[in-house]
C-alpha cells in the first residue's frame, strides 16, 4: 500500500523532467512535414500523416533527393525535407496543406538536388555552472552561447569552409552537425532528415554518411591498436551496405578477408604504399602527416557522403599540409562527397573551398563563394580578419590598421550586433539591434547594418 | 658593428641512440638594429639556436663546438655567473605559448619587476614599480593592471607582458621565439606591429623565430632558411621571397596559401624531414629534391654568395 504510494508522485516528477528537457518536442502531432523543390524553383510544402494511409502507402519511407507526383497539388517535386512535425510548430504554422496521395515519378533533372545538409537556427547553449546562491540569486540562466542561431546549407560534392578566431564555435558546430553533441535548438537536417530528433539507435545508419578528420593525429588515433584495426574499426560497426532482392538496404557482416582487402584499398588511396609495411604499424610509428592520412583513410573508409574536417592540418608542417589538404580534397571530389572544412586559416581557405562561412562568437558574420569572400569582403570583421592575415611579401609592409582588442567572452556577448565592440563602423542600431544575415550580392551573405 | 657573430655553431642534443644533431655548423651575424628572421619547419633546430644563445639548453644539449660573440665576447666559454649578467641585460627572450610562459602564482608586476632587481643591485621598490608602470605603457597595457594575475590576462595580454618582462633589464638583443604562434590571426598582427614599433623606437637588434615565412616576411630585413639543423639559405628578406634560389626554399614559399592572388591548388615538398640521429649524408635536404643530382649525396655544399648579400648552400649554384 504504502509502497504504491510512494511510487506514484516519484514517476511524475520523472516525467516532467523529461517533458523540460526539450519543451515542444515531446508532443506528438502524429505527422510528417514534407518540402519538396518543384520544376518552377519554388518549394512546395505540406503535411502527410505518419502512419500508412487507407491505400497503404507510407509516406515514412518516401526517399531524399527522389522525384514525385504530389496528386493533390497537381506538381512534380524532388524531395528536400522529410521530418516530424512538433507539436507548437504546428499549432503555430500557417494552414499548410494536408497531402494524402504522393507517388514515386521519374525523376526530372531540372529540378535542383536538395542539399546533403542544413542548419536551421542552430543554437548550441552551454548552462554555466555557478555556486549554489548565485543560481538561487540570478533571475536568468546563465549560457555560454558557442552557437547562435546559425543557418546554411552543403550542396552535394562542396567544400564549405568555416572560418574564424578560436572561441568564435566553430569546432562546436561542427561537432553539432554529426550529433556528437546535441544542439540546444534549431535543426540539423542531414539528407532531408532532423537527426536531432533520432535517437542514438536510428542514428546509427546515418553514421556510415557521416565522418570527421579530428585536428591532431597524435591524440586521434588510439596508440594501442595497429593502423589496420583503426581503420577496420568503421567496417566492423558497420558492416557492408548492400540493397537486396526487393531492392531494399540492408548491412551484412564483413568477413575478415573482406576487410583485410578494403582496408589495403584504402591505405593505397591515402598514399601509404605499400599498404603491407603500414598495416601493421602502430601510430607511434609514424609521422604526423602519416598519421594524419590514416585519420582520413579511416574517415573515408565507409565511402561517407559528408565529412567534417577540425583544422587537419593545423598541427602539421606547413611543406606537407598542402599534401594532405590535397588528399582530402580529391577523395572528396572523386567519392561526390560533401565537407565542412574548419578552419582559423582563412587564406587556406580561400584556395580550397567553394564558399566560405565566417563566424564571429557564434554568429555567422558573412557567407558567400569562396573568391568573393576573400577578395571583397563586406562585413567589418572579415575585412578586419583579412588584412590580419601576414603575407610572404616583405615589400607589401603596409602601416596595417589592425583593429584593437580581442575576441569577447561568449558568456553575456555584446548585446545587438556582436563586432559592435570593436567595429570601426559602428553606430547605435549596432548596439540595440541584431542585423540578419542578407543576400546583399547573388549568393553572398552578410550580417552588418551597413548593408541593410 | 655586428652585435652577435655566431661562427660554425654546433649544438647536439645527447640521447641513448647517440647525437640528435639538432644545430650543425650555423654561421650567421647580426647588426646593429636589424631584424634577423629564422625560418623553419618543427625540428630544423630554429629553437635550439635561440636556447644555444642564452645558453639555457635542457638536460643533454651541449654546445660542441662553434663561437657564439656578442658585443666581442664568446658566450660559449663562459661561466654560468658570467653568462648571468648577459642574459637579460643583453640577450633576452620572448617564448612562445604565452599562456604557460608566466609564473601563475605571482603578479604580472612583481614577475616583470623580478627582472629589474636582479639585474640593478640597489634600485628602490618605487623606482621598480615605476618602471613596471613604464614598461607595461610602453607594450599598451593598462598600468594599474600590474597588480593583476596572469590567469585575469587575456592571451594577448599575457604576450604583451612577456615582451614588457623581456625588456625590463634594457636588452641589445631580443629574441622572439615564435611569438604570435599560439595566437588568433588578429591579436597576432597586433604583436607583430608592437614587436617592430619597439625595434624601431629602441633600436634593438632582433632574432625572430617562425615557421610561418609571413611572419617573417612582415617583420624582419633578413632571412635565414633552416633545414635538418643547417642553414641553406640567408639573405636579404626581399631578394629571398622574390627570388628563392634553394630548391626547399622555393617548395616552402609555394606551400604558403597567400591571401591574395589566384585560388590555385597548393603544393608540397613530397616526403617528410629527416631523422637528426642519422642525417642524409651530403646535402640533407638530397632525399626531397627535385633537381638532385650525384654530386648532393656525395659532397656538402658550403654556403655561399649567389648574389650580393644572398648566400645558399646548393649544388645547382
Partial sequence: MTEKNVETPDR????????????????????????????????????????????????KDL?????????????????WVLREMAGDEYESSKNLPEFSQIDEA????????????????????????????????????????????????????????????????????????????????????????????????????????????????FESLDPRMIIKEIIAEPLRVQGSLETDKQGKARTRRMGEPEIEERVKK?????????????????????????????????????????IVADEPVSMLDVSIRAEIINLMIDLVKKSDASILFISHDIALAKHISDRIGVLYLGKMMELGDAGMVVDQPLHPYTQALISAVPVPDPESKRAKDVISGEIPSPVDPPSGCRFHTRCPYAHERCVDEQPPLLEVEANHYVACHLYS | MAVLEVQNLTTHYRILRGWVRAVDNVSFGLAQGEALGIAGESGSGKSTIALSLLRILPVGGHIRRGKILFEGKDLVGL?????????????????????????????????????????????????????????????????????????????????????????????????????????????????????????????????????????????????????????????????????????????????????????????????????????????????????????????EPLLKEQEKGHLVACHLY
Avoid at chain 1, 506528438?28 to 502527410?48: H, M, P, W
Avoid at chain 2, 627582472?115 to 594599474?144: N, Y
Avoid at chain 2, 615557421?211 to 642553414?231: F, N, P, Q, R, W
Avoid at chain 2, 629571398?240 to 604558403?256: C, D, E, R, S, W
Wanted: glycine share 8%; proline share 7%.
Fill in chain 1, 63 to 79: 526517399e531524399f533527393n527522389k522525384c514525385y507526383m504530389i496528386k493533390d497539388a497537381g506538381k512534380i517535386g524532388r524531395l
Fill in chain 2, 79 to 299: 661561466s654560468e655567473t658570467e653568462m648571468r649578467q648577459i642574459r637579460w641585460k643583453g640577450i633576452s627572450i620572448v617564448f612562445q605559448g604565452a599562456m604557460n610562459a608566466m609564473n601563475p602564482v605571482y603578479k604580472v608586476g612583481d614577475q616583470i619587476g623580478e627582472a629589474i632587481q636582479i639585474h640593478e643591485k640597489g634600485v628602490s621598490r618605487a623606482d621598480v614599480s615605476e618602471r613596471v608602470a613604464k614598461l607595461l605603457e610602453t607594450v599598451g597595457i593598462e598600468p594599474s593592471r600590474a597588480n593583476n594575475y596572469p590567469h585575469e590576462f587575456s592571451g594577448g595580454m599575457r604576450q604583451r607582458a612577456l615582451i614588457a618582462m623581456a625588456l625590463a633589464a634594457n636588452p641589445t638583443l631580443l629574441i622572439g621565439d615564435e611569438p604570435g604562434t599560439a595566437l588568433d590571426v588578429i591579436v597576432q598582427a597586433q604583436t607583430l606591429r608592437l614587436l617592430r614599433d619597439l625595434k624601431d623606437r629602441l633600436g634593438l637588434s632582433m632574432i625572430m623565430i617562425s615557421h610561418d615565412l609571413s611572419i617573417i616576411a612582415e617583420t624582419c630585413e633578413k632571412v635565414a632558411i633552416m633545414y635538418a639543423g643547417k642553414i641553406v639559405e640567408y639573405g636579404d628578406a626581399v631578394s629571398v621571397f622574390k627570388n628563392p634560389l634553394h630548391p626547399y626554399t622555393q617548395g616552402l614559399i609555394k606551400a604558403f596559401p597567400s591571401i591574395k592572388g589566384e585560388r590555385v591548388r597548393l603544393s608540397s615538398i613530397p616526403g617528410q624531414p629527416p631523422d637528426l640521429l642519422n642525417p642524409p649524408p651530403a646535402c640533407r635536404f638530397n632525399p626531397r629534391c627535385p633537381y638532385v643530382m650525384d654530386v648532393c649525396k656525395r659532397d
Fill in chain 1, 12 to 59: 511524475d516528477a520523472k516525467q516532467t523532467i523529461k517533458k523540460n528537457a526539450k519543451p515542444g518536442r515531446s508532443k506528438k502531432t502524429g505527422l510528417l512535414y514534407v518540402r519538396f523543390r518543384t520544376a518552377d524553383n519554388s518549394f512546395l510544402e505540406g503535411l502527410v500523416p505518419k502512419k500508412p494511409t487507407a491505400t497503404g502507402q507510407s509516406f
Fill in chain 1, 266 to 306: 584504402m591505405l593505397s588511396e591515402v598514399e601509404l604504399v605499400p599498404p603491407e609495411e603500414f598495416m601493421f604499424r602502430f601510430p607511434h610509428e609514424m609521422s604526423g602527416g602519416q598519421r594524419q592520412r590514416v585519420a582520413v583513410a579511416r574517415a573515408f573508409v565507409l565511402n561517407p557522403s559528408f
Fill in chain 1, 106 to 217: 521519374e525523376d526530372n533533372p531540372s529540378i535542383q538536388t536538395g542539399p546533403v545538409l542544413a542548419l536551421d537556427n542552430l543554437k548550441k547553449y552551454y548552462p554555466l555552472k555557478r555556486g549554489f546562491f548565485e543560481t538561487v540569486l540570478a533571475k536568468d540562466e546563465l549560457n555560454v552561447k558557442a552557437v547562435d542561431d546559425v543557418t546554411f546549407s552543403i550542396r552535394k560534392g562542396e567544400v564549405f569552409a568555416l572560418a574564424g578566431e578560436s572561441g568564435s564555435g566553430k569546432t562546436t558546430l561542427g561537432k553539432v552537425v554529426l550529433r556528437l553533441i546535441t544542439p540546444s535548438g534549431g535543426r540539423v537536417l542531414f539528407l532531408g532528415k532532423d537527426i536531432t530528433e533520432l535517437t542514438d539507435k536510428e542514428m546509427k545508419p546515418l553514421r556510415r554518411q557521416m565522418q570527421i578528420v579530428f585536428q591532431d593525429p
